[in-house]
């Protein structure tokens, strides 16, 4: 696992470029959301009092005013997602089906209906098809991206990049829609056991045995979730290490792979997740002691933000190497 780690930080710092790539990807993007969003915010803080509080502070008053007549994806914005908040809502979205692309809404969208609640929690359509297009995207990326990671020296330029997305893109985007499929399972699943969860919650004794269960559930879910992510990757990886093309069998050499090396492959990958929810912390912490007070330090807190995907992105890509170099260890020794 350790070597595992280690293989990975190098072939990402061989790299580096590629995170730029990526996160180049994810602001052109974000911009399309990002633009008119603020050319609505721009016309509607344009000639009011507000405008100078907005720069050196926050107020209130006029976001509530504000945020009550807006439909559509600038509904969801709000001033949480300029800070940690992001991760928790991300995580909210992805347990409650909505992430990703909206597929698997359909239970919480029938146990809202019962209770009469307001589908507040529901992405517009507008905001789930820029991320059907990040989705396609960052398979597109990952071909060449991955066979870049292969190569031992880590050189690329960015039209054997491109040429190797290109090559890659149909058969990963197999492997990603055979992972959507065993989401779905996953939450069909989740159903009937979470109505189950539910109501043994509430017929507990005590407020703290009621909560086990219900994070109880959650924390399942969102673990069975990340075990279907991690033999997603190890699929995607050996379809390029090992030049596949049938989806299926990368996804049953991979399942094979994971129940052979089962303490490794789940100690990297975790160690990676750490890491994240590391970094998640360093940059929560930096954003408590950073007063957006004016344009400069807003740039500042910007340049903050792209630090922290960055790094999450170089996490990521550092779990692909990883894994190259654990399926490579484990074919030698064989």
């Not at 990757?233 to 991979?254: D, F, M, N, Y």
Request: with cysteine; hydrophobic share 55%.
């Amino acid at each position: 696992m350790i070597a595992a780690l280690a293989a990975g930080l190098r072939g990402v710092r061989r790299s580096f470029g590629l995170v730029f790539v990526a996160l180049g990807a994810n602001l052109a993007l974000a911009a399309l959301l990002a633009l008119p969003l603020a050319g609505m915010l721009e016309d509607a803080l344009a000639n009011s009092g507000a405008a100078q509080e907005m720069l050196y502070g926050f107020d209130t008053a006029w976001w509530s005013r504000w945020s009550d007549d807006q439909h559509g994806f600038a509904e969801s914005f709000g001033p949480e997602l300029l800070g940690v908040g992001f991760a928790f809502k991300n995580v909210d979205l992805l347990l409650k089906g909505e992430l990703p692309l909206g597929l698997f809404r359909t239970q919480q969208a029938q146990e809202q209906a019962q209770a009469g609640a307001a589908q507040s929690g529901r992405l517009d359509d507008l905001t789930l098809g820029v991320a059907a297009l990040s989705l396609l995207l960052q398979t597109f990326l990952l071909g060449g991206i991955l066979s870049v990671l292969r190569g031992e020296r880590g050189e690329w330029t960015l039209r054997g990049l491109i040429h190797g997305s290109g090559f890659y893109f149909g058969r990963l985007v197999r492997v990603a829609l055979l992972a959507l499929l065993a989401d779905c399972s996953l939450f069909a699943l989740n159903g009937p056991f979470a109505r189950w969860a539910d109501a043994q919650a509430r017929e507990a004794v005590s407020e703290s045995t009621a909560m086990a269960w219900a994070l109880s559930r959650h924390a399942l879910l969102l673990l069975s979730l990340l075990l279907v992510n991690l033999l997603s990757s190890l699929a995607k990886v050996i379809v390029v290490l090992e030049e596949r093309q049938s989806a299926l069998l990368a996804w049953l050499s991979a399942l094979g792979f994971f129940l052979s090396h089962a303490w490794k492959t789940l100690g990297h990958y975790f160690a990676l997740v750490a890491a994240s929810v590391l970094l998640l912390v360093v940059w929560a912490l930096a954003d408590a002691q950073l007063a957006t007070t004016g344009y400069k330090t807003q740039l500042l807190a910007l340049l903050l933000a792209q630090a922290l995907m960055a790094g999450r992105i170089a996490l990521r890509l550092s779990l692909f190497a990883g894994q190259m170099a654990l399926h490579r260890a484990a074919a030698e020794r064989t």
